[in-house]
């Protein structure tokens, strides 16, 4: 069986834009690397899971490719990133991802992201003076804006609603109780919201941000409250010794949960300026010591989510430029995809299919690796729960069909 190297774009596949033509940014990009595998591999797209009635989510995703139904296996968006960050769950402790955020006097959102501000441990600090009665309130750094935050403490239940709307322009939401359990912890919640916006107002930082006309992080935004769950780990399930490459502490979460060995890389932030050379170098350094090696890249995604299609495009041919490190490795599968598409005009997750190649194969007539090309490839499409059991078949030599 050859070795798998699997990489994941996260947001890969984007709208048609107007300014390029009607082209998405990939199709649009210089990719010769990306064409060269896709010509010379299978090609096709896959369909995102996703829950009715809303849009791909990026845990969802990755669960699926990764061959694991997010309705059983899901823990909650909050202990992926409490994981991703490092932290030690227990078994009764309530995880929660969030996000500083700019809200007016009447809090109304004003930036969901405060100005994807990255200097945030200042504030955090702050934040971990708050004492409440009976309860342990952890908050720690994942990278940018983002945080996790977690409760310890006796019955308290993640059965809370979150007090983002994703949207701006809008007052921020309470959070409430989906069951009477769940009361508790809805008020500690509130409590400690109504504290720490108190602290973030007239903080020092903030107040210099403001000086320098920068948006103050002012707010924290919760949501993906969730309890450690047990499931079978990827080598159990699988029999595959699997390692991952992330600098987002989503993606780290996921590894880790699903007991994969970090490989860590200078520089991998998550962020545009992420170390992309190093992560591909790394992985085929690694490669002889693992069968599976799962390689995480954010940045297209959070260019997408800003509306910024010309710094997508621009990314992914930066991008390009660095995967070529991985093309003709001996007995090694390399498969390219994304978790799910993400729209620049919309500025959100959207339902399209996403691209994929698996490399080696017998060589597609198509021109370019991209949405509308990979549309005709040999491997039509694909479920996303059925990606996995496609890539290690195609790894062991068995048809594709």
């Not at 390029?20 to 896959?46: S, Y």
């Not at 405060?114 to 908050?139: D, F, H, M, Y």
Request: aromatic share 6%; net charge positive.
């Amino acid at each position: 069986m050859k070795k798998i190297i699997f990489v994941v774009i996260d947001g890969l596949g984007d709208d048609q834009i107007p300014e390029f033509d009607f082209q998405t940014p990939l199709e649009f990009a210089k990719t010769p690397n990306l064409d060269f595998l896709a010509k010379n591999g299978f090609c096709g797209l896959v369909l995102p899971w996703q829950e009715k009635g809303k849009l791909p989510t990026s845990e969802d995703t990755h669960l699926a490719l990764f061959g694991y139904d997010p309705k059983k296996s899901n823990p909650g968006r909050g202990v992926l990133e409490v994981l991703g960050i490092g932290e030690k769950i227990k078994k009764d402790d309530i995880c929660f991802r969030g996000n500083f955020a700019t809200v007016d006097k009447n809090l109304v959102i004003i930036d969901r992201r405060a100005g994807r501000i990255e200097n945030t441990l200042p504030l955090i600090q702050s934040l971990e003076k708050i004492k409440l009665k009976k309860v342990k309130i952890i908050i720690k750094r994942a990278f940018g804006h983002r945080i996790g935050i977690i409760l310890r403490g006796k019955n308290l239940s993640p059965k809370v609603t979150s007090n983002d709307p994703k949207k701006v322009g809008v007052k921020v939401l309470e959070v409430k109780a989906l069951n009477k359990k769940a009361q508790k912890t809805a008020k500690i919640l509130n409590q400690f919201l109504e504290i720490a916006h108190a602290i973030l107002e007239i903080h020092p930082l903030n107040k210099k941000r403001k000086l320098k006309a920068l948006l103050p992080a002012n707010y924290l935004l919760i949501r993906g409250a969730g309890k450690l769950k047990k499931i079978q780990s990827f080598k159990e399930r699988y029999n595959l010794k699997a390692a991952f490459i992330a600098g987002g502490t989503l993606y780290k979460g996921i590894g880790r949960y699903l007991k994969m060995k970090e490989i860590k890389v200078k520089g991998a932030t998550g962020l545009v300026n992420t170390n992309l050379k190093g992560k591909f170098l790394a992985a085929k350094k690694n490669i002889p010591k693992f069968d599976f090696i799962f390689v995480h890249i954010k940045a297209a995604d959070n260019l997408a989510e800003d509306g910024n299609f010309k710094g997508k495009k621009e990314f992914l041919e930066r991008l390009d430029k660095e995967i070529g490190i991985l093309k003709r490795l001996n007995n090694v599968q390399i498969v390219i995809t994304g978790d799910h598409c993400t729209s620049s005009l919309n500025k959100a997750h959207s339902q399209s299919k996403v691209p994929i190649l698996i490399y080696p194969g017998k060589g597609e007539k198509i021109n370019k690796f991209c949405e509308k090309e990979c549309k005709k490839g040999a491997l039509g499409t694909i479920a996303q729960l059925d990606v996995l059991k496609k890539v290690i078949a195609l790894a062991k030599g068995q048809n594709i069909s």
